[in-house]
């Protein structure tokens, strides 16, 4: 294979890597429960105005998140593996205002257990273009501070 065809397709994916002070059963149910979701999993500013979904494999979701601005932006996918409390693989794609969806991602989140602290691997891919790809390290890392703040302030027994 080329280089230049492996280097294009790493660049269009997405790689976050953070630890959270927070036990893993409580990290995963703020990925899972969807009460939980609806107060991070939005970019700073953005509000769910519909979060919704069957937390099964094969198990579809839906949301719909507006901008500061008043923007609508939907997106929905499928859970394709549930490993409570490790592993969550899910697909992703924007839907446009006439219910025509974009390229699919997918999503992979491994969580491991490190001293009481839960360290995340996040990984989305292959998107479209770098620039998309940009755009989703953007919106989730600022996702990822909100979560940090939800999981500080979470009850410690939340994790039971």
Same mark, same amino acid.
């Not at 630890?19 to 991070?40: D, H, I, K, S, Y």
């Given at each position: 294979?080329?280089?230049?065809?492996?280097?294009?397709?790493?660049?269009?994916? *997405?790689?976050?890597?953070?630890?959270?002070?927070?036990?893993?059963?409580?990290?995963?149910?703020?990925?899972?429960?969807?009460?939980?979701?609806?107060?991070?999993?939005?970019?700073?500013?953005?509000?769910?105005?519909?979060?919704?979904?069957? *937390?099964?494999?094969?198990?579809?979701?839906? &949301?719909?998140?507006?901008?500061?601005?008043?923007?609508?932006?939907?997106?929905?996918?499928?859970?394709?593996?549930?490993?409570?409390?490790?592993? *969550?693989?899910?697909?992703?794609?924007?839907?446009?205002?006439?219910?025509?969806?974009?390229?699919?991602?997918?999503?992979?989140?491994?969580?491991?257990?490190?001293?009481?602290?839960?360290?995340?691997?996040?990984?989305?891919?292959?998107? &479209?273009?770098?620039?998309?790809?940009?755009?989703?390290?953007?919106?989730?890392?600022?996702?990822?501070?909100?979560?940090?703040? *939800?999981?500080?302030?979470?009850?410690?027994?939340?994790?039971?």
């Amino acid at each position: 294979m080329d280089a230049r065809v492996r280097n294009s397709a790493a660049e269009r994916e *997405l790689n976050i890597r953070r630890t959270f002070n927070a036990p893993r059963e409580l990290v995963f149910r703020a990925w899972t429960e969807p009460q939980m979701l609806a107060q991070w999993s939005c970019p700073l500013g953005f509000t769910f105005s519909e979060n919704r979904g069957e *937390l099964r494999v094969g198990g579809a979701f839906s &949301a719909r998140m507006r901008s500061p601005e008043g923007t609508e932006h939907r997106l929905r996918g499928v859970y394709r593996e549930i490993v409570p409390p490790e592993r *969550l693989v899910f697909t992703h794609c924007w839907v446009d205002e006439h219910g025509t969806p974009g390229p699919e991602t997918v999503v992979t989140v491994t969580l491991a257990e490190r001293d009481g602290r839960t360290e995340m691997t996040f990984h989305q891919g292959l998107f &479209a273009s770098v620039e998309a790809r940009i755009g989703h390290e953007q919106g989730w890392t600022s996702c990822f501070e909100r979560l940090v703040e *939800l999981l500080r302030d979470a009850p410690r027994d939340a994790a039971a």
